[in-house]
């Protein structure tokens, strides 16, 4: 059983166009992890979210809580190739004593 | 932010060797560190959690005794395949915890894995 569910599973779109990829768990986290992850390389930390409603903003990348702290979602404004990678979620349990990782969303931006 | 090494990045060995790889935090100390295996094109699959100073323990499935892990210092984290054969050949990533009012996982950047 997968505990984090992410979608979609794989995303190819044209540079410049927006997307949203979505990480869902029926379980409460303390904390939420985004990664990108690119081929050869380990997975490198985006942002962590806390608060239940939070929303981060990283240049072109938005991160939202859900308010239960079960769900997540990544929006990515005017794409580029450089964005191109597998984006990873993770929940903490037990205050960061373990993480759950969810599948993976692999997405090609085409120039 | 954190830094994780490993060591070394690719490693080519023969069938019925032992390879050990290195995973550090630089800048932090980490009570648990984990072990992932990913095969290409798929997510991380959690190997095992190595915890500073005790046993490490393993996912359901992965062969202790195969995988060996020793997590000596809270900086310094090993992972040895012993007598590997070419379905070990895999990309091995470390990550380690840091608490700093949250947690957080910060990764290596891999190990690439070639039995021959």
């Known amino acids: 059983t997968q505990l984090l569910e992410q979608s979609p599973q794989f995303l190819s779109i044209q540079e410049g166009e927006n997307l949203t990829v979505y990480c869902n768990s029926s379980s409460v986290f303390s904390s939420l992890q985004w990664y990108r992850q690119e081929p050869g390389e380990g997975p490198v930390l985006l942002v962590t979210?806390?608060?239940?409603?939070e929303v981060k903003k990283l240049k072109r990348l938005t991160f939202q809580f859900g308010d239960a702290r079960k769900d997540s979602s990544l929006h990515i404004t005017a794409a580029q190739p450089g964005d191109t990678g597998l984006y990873l979620c993770a929940g903490a349990r037990n205050y960061g004593q373990n993480f759950v990782f969810g599948p993976g969303t692999r997405l090609s931006v085409l120039p | 932010g954190a830094v994780v090494s490993q060591h070394p990045s690719r490693v080519i060995c023969k069938s019925g060797t032992s390879v050990k790889i290195e995973c550090r935090s630089l800048?932090?100390?980490?009570?648990?560190m984990f072990w992932y295996r990913q095969f290409p094109k798929q997510s991380l699959m959690l190997m095992a959690t190595s915890n500073e100073g005790s046993k490490a323990t393993y996912e359901q499935g992965v062969e202790k005794d195969k995988f060996l892990i020793n997590h000596a210092s809270l900086t310094l984290s090993t992972l040895t395949v012993t007598s590997a054969h070419p379905e070990d050949s895999s990309f091995y990533i470390c990550s380690a915890t840091r608490f700093q009012g949250l947690a957080s996982l910060f990764f290596g950047p891999g190990t690439r894995l070639t039995v021959l």
């Open positions: 979210v806390v608060t239940g409603g």
């Open positions: 800048d932090f100390q980490a009570t648990t």
